[in-house]
């Protein structure tokens, strides 16, 4: 039953769900090491909740392994799997105080009052909820609730945390502290943490590994760095960055591609197909300037733009008339209308293939 690998902390394989008739996880493969912070990111209903809960074995796992710290548990109880789950809804018992709430789970097991009041304690002072211990949820706001939330869960001291969505119910400023919060507690905890969000945000900044799931399949895995600036797919090109990768129709050319009668050199890109064929070339926004005397590689219309202050959203369309997104650092003073020069070094391009996967 066990594998002897003390560095892997969870491990998947195969793992399949069904619904009836209905597959909504495909045969997933995947090994989290100990201490790891993985962030499950996807599109709705791409089967992120339905993994991690049956992680958690809140879902029985139609066919397949999984695996913790060495141990099957892929028949086992929640309350066996050395695991402590935080859901987006709080799950708060409402007609307890905040004590309680933490201190419930080990009163169930059984667990030395003093021992509880020690982890209660020093939970409390980890989430500064130490001055709401005698309050019941309906006295705290979001963000407390969703602290005493995590607080059972530090409690418990398991060697895995799953979260669903645990910011979603919080306003956009709460959302950006609680989640330095969690980073922080990664930090200090060092346990293996799995997050499920489908806020692309969340995901860059909390993961050590990202997983890009899209209808039950894994379409990526990898640092956030890796997943950003190497994408293996058009997919994952355009789920992960904000605003959107610019994703162009294009046809090789001599030496290159052409976009919108435009020819782009791909040498820097690193690959080279006979001409005439299809291909996507992938531009990130930020990776565009506008030329000063019109020039550029490419030639677009602005039909639109944004100024955000420190940068300048410019929304255009190319003299074939697909569309792209410019994100310009250093604001500059041009409005709808205008033809504008763009300018981007090929090497910050990606080449994408007919079936959308990532050509080197
Ligand atoms: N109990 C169920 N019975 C039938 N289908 C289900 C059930 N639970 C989930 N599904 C389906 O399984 C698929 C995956 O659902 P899941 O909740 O895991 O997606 P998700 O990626 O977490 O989406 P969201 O971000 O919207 O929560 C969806 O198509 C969903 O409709």
């Known amino acids: 039953m066990t594998n002897g690998m003390a560095n892997k902390s969870v491990v998947l394989q195969d793992v399949r769900k069904s619904y009836g008739n209905l597959k909504v996880v495909h045969g997933i493969d995947l090994t989290i090491e100990e201490g790891e912070f993985v962030v499950f990111v996807g599109p709705s209903g791409c089967g992120k909740s339905t993994l991690l809960r049956m992680i958690a074995g809140l879902e029985d796992v139609t066919d397949g392994e999984v695996e913790i710290k060495g141990r099957m548990v892929t028949d086992l109880d929640p309350s066996e799997r050395g695991i402590a789950m935080v859901f987006q809804s709080y799950a708060l018992y409402p007609h307890m105080s905040v004590r ?8 169930m097991a059984r667990t030395d009052a003093t021992e509880i009041e020690t982890r209660v304690k020093a939970a409390s002072a980890i989430l500064k909820i130490d001055h709401l211990l005698d309050r019941r949820p309906g006295q705290l706001s979001g963000g407390q609730r969703q602290r005493v939330a995590i607080g059972r869960a530090i409690v418990r001291k398991p060697d895995v945390f799953l979260f669903d969505e645990p910011l979603s119910n919080l306003d ?7 989640r330095i919060e969690i980073a ?32 039950g399949r894994v379409e990526q895995a990898g640092t956030p760095r890796q997943i950003y600036e190497d994408p293996a797919n058009t997919f994952v090109a355009g789920f992960i960055g904000s605003p959107r990768m610019n994703l162009l129709n294009a046809r090789w050319g001599e030496g290159g591609v052409e976009v919108a009668g435009a020819r782009i050199e791909t040498a820097s890109i690193g690959t080279d197909r006979p001409a005439g064929g299809a291909v996507t070339l992938g531009l990130r926004p930020e990776h565009l300037k506008v030329a000063a005397d019109q020039s550029g590689k490419l030639t677009a219309r602005v039909d639109f733009s944004e100024y955000l202050g420190g940068t300048q959203y410019l929304y255009c369309q190319l003299a074939d ?25 090929p090497a910050d391009g990606r080449l994408f293939d007919e079936a959308g996967n990532r050509l080197k």
Request: proline letters at 1%; a negative charge; aromatic letters at 4%.
């Open 172 to 178: 956009a400023e709460l959302r950006v502290s609680m």
């Open 321 to 345: 008339g697909q569309s792209l997104t410019v994100e310009h650092r250093s604001p500059i003073g041009i409005a709808a209308g205008e033809e504008v020069g763009l300018l981007f070094e």
């Open 100 to 107: 309680d709430n933490l201190a419930f789970g080990l009163r």
């Open 184 to 215: 922080r507690l990664h930090r200090e905890l060092g346990n293996t943490m799995i997050y499920v969000t489908h806020d692309q945000t969340e995901a860059m900044t909390l993961a050590d590994k990202i997983v890009v799931l899209r209808d």
